[in-house]
C-alpha cells in the first residue's frame, strides 16, 4: 500500500490543479466537440452513418482531443523545472510515470462523458444497441493511450517542438489500437452487444500491458534526459 | 578528444554488395523463368521480397541498438541505431513502391488495407517520425536517448501491429510457408542471390553511413571546443 502512496500524492496534486484551473478538460471537450461537428458537417449534415463509420468518427475526435490534454500533463511540469524538483524527491520515475498516465486517463474519461453523449446526439439515428458495450473498449483505449502517450509526452516535451511533435510521436503508434478501436465500436453501434467487442478486447488489452512495462522502463531515460 | 578511427581501406560488404547487385538484377531478368499467370511483372518480386526482409531487420537492429545505448550510454551505439532507422525508412519505402508497381496490374489497385500492407506502412509511419524526432533535438545526449526510447517504443508496437492488421481481408500472395515453398528452383535461387545482395548493400550502407553519424559528432565536438576557446 506504501508503495502507491507516491503515485497518489501526485495524482492528488494534478487533479486539483486541474479542478481549479479547467484548462485541459475545457479545451479537450471543446476541441472534441468541435471535431464531432465538423465530421457530422464533413459526412453532409445530419446524414444516417454506418456503424464502423460512426465508429471511426468517434475515435478520431476522442483521440484528436486527447491528444491536446496529454501534451499540457508533462509540459506544465517543465515550466518553473517543476521536474527536477519531483526528480529530487523521494519519488521513483516509475512512480511518476504511473501517476501522470492516470491523470492522463482522468482527463480522458472526463472528456468522453461529453464527447460520447455529443457523438449520439449527432450521428444516434440509425445506430443500434446498447451503448453500455462501449464501456470496456473506452476504457481500454484509454489505458494504451495514457501509457504510450506519457512516455512520449516525456520525450516530446525535451524537445523544442513539444505540441507539433508528440501528436507525430505518437499517432503512428497508436494506428493498430485505431484499426482496433474502430471495428470492436462499430460491432457495438451495429447492435452486436459486448460479443461484438469481446474479440478484439484482449488485444488491446496486450496493448495497454506492453505500454505499461515499455513506459515504466523506458520513461525514466526519457524524464532525466528533458 | 577522441578521433574517429578511419574505416578499414576495404569494406568487404561494399564489394559483395558490388559484385552480388548486377549478378542479381542479371538473375531477375535472364535467368529466372517468366511466371504463367502475372507474366513479366512477377520479376519485381525477388526485389520486394528482399527489400521487406532487409528493412524489417533494419528495424529490428535499430531497436536493440537503442537498447545498447540506453544501457551503455556510449555514442557509437546511437550511431548504429540512427542508421538501421534512417536505412529501415528507405528501404520500407522502395517495398512500398515495388508492393504498388506490382499491385497495380496484378490486383487492379495502387493499394489496399491487406494485412502486410498495413504492417508496412505502419511501421513506416513509426520509423519516419523518429527521423523527424532526431532532426528536433540539438543537444546530441539528449537526442541519443530520445531516438532511443522511441526506436525501442515503435518496436514494441510489432506484435500488436501485427495482430490488428490480421482484421484486414488478406489478398496478398503467401509465396513462403512453412511447409513449402510455392516456386521453381531457378526462381528460389534468384530470390536467394537478391536477399544477399540487398543485405550485403545493407551492411555496405550501415557501415558507411555509421561512420558519418559519428564522423559528424567528432566535428560537432570539435566545434564546440573552439567555440569555448573563442569565447
Wanted: hydrophobic fraction near 60%.
Amino acid at each position: 500500500m506504501n508503495a502507491l502512496r507516491p503515485v497518489w500524492v501526485v495524482f492528488a496534486k494534478d487533479v486539483r490543479i486541474e479542478l481549479r484551473r479547467r484548462e485541459s478538460l475545457a479545451s479537450m471537450a471543446f476541441f472534441g466537440a468541435l471535431v464531432l461537428v465538423i465530421l457530422s458537417l464533413a459526412v453532409g449534415g445530419g446524414r444516417r452513418v454506418a456503424p464502423e463509420t460512426g465508429a471511426g468518427i468517434l475515435w478520431v475526435a476522442v483521440l484528436f482531443a486527447s491528444v491536446l490534454g496529454l501534451g499540457r500533463v508533462f509540459a506544465r511540469e517543465k515550466e518553473d523545472g517543476c521536474v527536477s524538483a519531483l526528480l529530487v524527491s523521494p519519488l521513483s520515475p516509475g512512480a511518476l510515470f504511473a501517476a501522470k498516465a492516470l491523470v492522463n486517463f482522468a482527463l480522458m474519461a472526463a472528456a468522453e462523458v461529453v464527447l460520447v453523449p455529443l457523438f449520439y446526439v449527432l450521428f444516434g439515428r440509425g445506430l443500434a444497441g446498447n451503448p453500455l458495450p462501449l464501456l470496456p473498449v473506452i476504457v481500454l483505449v484509454n489505458g494504451g493511450f495514457s501509457a504510450a502517450g506519457t512516455l512520449l509526452s516525456a520525450v516530446a516535451a525535451g524537445t523544442r517542438r513539444n505540441e507539433v511533435l508528440l501528436p507525430i510521436l505518437l499517432y503512428p503508434l497508436l494506428l493498430p489500437v485505431i484499426v482496433l478501436a474502430v471495428r470492436a465500436t462499430g460491432g457495438v453501434l451495429a447492435g452486436g452487444g459486448l460479443a461484438a467487442a469481446a474479440e478484439h478486447l484482449s488485444t488491446l488489452a496486450a496493448f495497454c500491458v506492453i505500454y505499461a512495462a515499455a513506459g515504466a522502463l523506458l520513461f525514466p531515460f526519457a524524464v532525466r534526459e528533458g | 578528444m577522441t578521433l574517429v578511427p578511419k574505416p578499414r581501406e576495404f569494406p568487404v560488404s561494399a564489394a559483395a554488395a558490388a559484385v552480388l547487385l548486377p549478378v542479381a538484377v542479371g538473375l531477375v531478368f535472364f535467368y529466372a523463368p517468366v511466371e504463367r499467370t502475372m507474366g513479366v511483372v512477377q520479376k519485381i518480386f525477388y526485389v520486394h521480397l528482399a527489400l521487406a526482409l532487409t528493412a524489417f531487420w533494419s528495424f529490428g537492429v535499430s531497436a536493440v541498438a537503442g537498447i545498447g545505448y540506453l544501457v551503455r550510454r556510449d555514442p557509437l551505439w546511437d550511431a548504429r541505431s540512427a542508421t538501421a532507422v534512417e536505412l529501415g525508412v528507405v528501404l520500407t519505402t522502395l517495398v512500398l513502391v515495388t508492393g504498388s508497381l506490382w499491385g497495380r496490374p496484378i490486383w487492379n489497385t495502387w493499394w489496399t488495407w491487406d494485412p502486410r500492407l498495413t504492417t508496412s506502412l505502419i511501421l513506416w509511419f513509426i520509423y519516419a517520425a523518429c527521423l523527424i524526432l532526431r532532426a528536433s533535438v540539438d543537444d546530441p545526449t539528449r537526442r541519443a536517448t530520445f531516438s532511443a526510447v522511441m526506436a525501442i517504443a515503435g518496436f514494441v508496437d510489432v506484435p500488436i501491429v501485427f495482430l490488428s492488421a490480421r482484421l484486414m481481408r488478406s489478398i496478398h500472395p503467401t509465396v513462403i510457408r512453412s511447409d513449402s515453398v510455392g516456386l521453381e528452383p531457378a526462381m528460389i535461387a534468384t530470390l536467394v542471390v537478391c536477399l544477399a545482395a540487398v543485405f550485403a548493400l545493407w551492411l555496405a550502407l550501415f557501415r558507411v553511413r555509421c561512420g558519418l553519424h559519428r564522423q559528424e559528432a567528432a566535428l560537432d565536438a570539435v566545434d564546440a571546443r573552439l567555440d569555448r576557446a573563442g569565447a
